[in-house]
Nanobody, 124 residues
Framework: QVQLVESGGGLVQAGGSLRLSCAAS????????LGWFRHAPGQAREFVMG????????SYADSVKGRVTISRDNTKRQVNLQMDSMTPEDTAVYYC?????????????????WGQGTQVTVSS
């Protein structure tokens, strides 16, 4: 059974930082593209940042450019999202996602597995 479990969410002041982690089990992580999405109230779930299977290609949303980095460790079965200079607009539930060889990690409809999400709240 595949499981993606996020951690690291919480409350942070504007300008602060958070590091989200996603622990994967039940799959060979190196075979999957990995992404982070977020879902704010009243909005659609949106792509934040992701990395391909080999780790050489990274994509991100314009809204987080220069503030967010992603890293993956296939040996530890983990993918992390470091968020800096956070703003209240970053407030959302953040989801870890994995997609197989035929999917794109930045396309919501092509995701094979989702985590349960972790709440991130940025206060002004």
């Amino acid at each position: 059974q595949v499981q993606l479990v996020e951690s690291g969410g919480g409350l942070v002041q504007a300008g602060g930082s958070l590091r989200l982690s996603c622990a994967a089990s039940g799959l060979t992580l190196s075979s999957y593209g990995l992404g982070w999405f977020r879902h704010a109230p009243g909005q659609a779930r949106e792509f934040v940042m992701g990395v391909n299977r080999g780790g050489a290609s990274i994509s991100y949303a314009d809204s987080v450019k220069g503030r967010v980095t992603i890293s993956r460790d296939n040996t530890k079965r983990q993918v992390n999202l470091q968020m800096d200079s956070m703003t209240p607009e970053d407030t959302a539930v953040y989801y870890c996602a994995a997609t197989g060889a035929r999917g794109s990690y930045y396309a919501r409809e092509q995701i094979d597995y989702w985590g349960q999400g972790t709440q991130v709240t940025v206060s002004s």
